[in-house]
């Protein structure tokens, strides 16, 4: 064998502890919300229920990452049940959030496997027609995951809006920290409380399930990889003496 060859299949071995670091370290990533910018421009990886598309900066709206954010609107005529049965929610927990009554709405979800300590976060802004705060037609918009989660009502603070709604609450961040692993769907609603005349709507960007950093284990996997493309090394120089 040549020394040429000899360099070559170690340099294999080495490349092969490297990969397997860098598997080791990804594998977490595989099993995250995909397409959780929206940047795909359509849905791929959630469903919807009701009136849900995919958006640019046109909306009137600046997205927070990237060229697209999902824009959901109370307008269609799905039902508040089918909401629930859509997100996997007990049936008639969207009036119990102190809104009054669910009527309709709008969600998307997706499903992903999560491991514990995943820190779950993503963009939001609620916008609405309704006037602020509206105690008799409190729309509302919302996020489930492990339980329901109001983001906000017609009683939080809006500014004026330059999209088809008069106000909105401007983009806020909301993180969620995924105690225990398995398999979790993440869901983002908008309702009309009361009546279904004056609609509001919801946008969401930039949805992301991350591990919860770890820089001493990848360290310490990537010290295994260099360590065992020295000792392999040795080995080789050994038998090549
Ligand atoms: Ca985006
Ligand atoms: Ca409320
Ligand atoms: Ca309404």
């Given at each position: 064998m040549s020394i040429l060859a000899k360099s070559s299949t170690l340099a294999a071995s080495v490349l092969g502890l490297l990969s397997l670091s860098t598997v080791l370290v990804a594998a977490?990533?595989?099993?995250a919300v995909i397409n959780g910018s929206f940047e795909s421009g359509d849905f791929t990886g959630w469903e919807k229920i009701g009136t849900a598309a995919v958006d640019t900066n046109a909306y009137g709206v600046d997205t927070t990452d990237g060229y697209y954010q999902a824009s959901l609107v109370t307008?269609?005529?799905?039902p508040a049940v089918s909401i629930e049965k859509f997100l996997g929610l007990t049936r008639g927990s969207l009036s119990t959030?102190?809104?009054g009554v669910a009527n309709s709405g709008a969600a998307i979800k997706q499903t992903f496997t999560a491991s514990a300590g995943d820190v779950v976060s993503f963009d939001w802004n609620f916008l609405t027609n309704?006037?602020?705060?509206?105690?008799?037609?409190?729309d509302f918009a919302f996020f489930s995951l492990t339980g329901l989660t109001e983001?906000?009502?017609?009683?939080v603070s809006f500014v004026d809006s330059?999209?088809?709604?008069?106000?909105e609450t401007g983009y806020q961040t909301t993180s969620y920290t995924i105690a225990t692993a398995g398999n979790y769907t993440l869901g983002f609603g908008v309702i009309n409380s009361g009546d279904r005349k004056v609609q509001s709507g919801l946008l969401v960007d930039n949805v992301s399930s991350e591990p919860v950093p770890e820089p001493a284990s990848m360290l310490g996997i990537l010290a295994f990889g260099a360590l065992g493309g020295k000792k392999l090394l040795k080995r080789r120089q050994e038998k090549q003496a």
């Open positions: 977490p990533s595989q099993a307008n269609s005529k799905a959030l102190g809104n309704e006037g602020t705060p509206n105690a008799r037609n409190n983001l906000a009502d017609t009683t330059l999209s088809e709604f008069r106000e």
